[in-house]
């Protein structure tokens, strides 16, 4: 492998021995397992705060312009959805 570098990682005896039972279940050495579950776990928390710095970012744009759509005008947008009277998003207002 290029680029990498060792790393230490405590773990206790159970978590050991099931890691070890699913690496031989998934006929994977338990390095895979190791790399595959960090490798998840950065994926999903980056994708995580993404989404929470987006929701922080429309909140304080909300707070700077009062523009927003309520819950109402989005349910009876969605209701249209699938239909033959399908409609288009609701604009933001104050």
Known sequence: ??????M?????IDMKERM????DIKNRTPHWIMRE???????R?????????S???SWQ???TTGLHVSSDEVFAWLETWG???EKAAPLCHK
Request: charged share 25%; no cysteine.
């Open 1 to 6: 492998m290029l680029n990498t570098t060792p």
């Open 8 to 12: 230490a990682v405590k773990i206790n």
């Open 20 to 23: 070890l039972r699913l690496a």
């Open 37 to 43: 579950a960090i490798s998840q776990y950065i994926e």
């Open 45 to 53: 928390e980056e994708k995580y705060e993404v989404f929470h710095q």
């Open 55 to 57: 929701a922080i970012d």
């Open 61 to 63: 744009e909300y707070q």
């Open 83 to 85: 239909t033959d009277n």
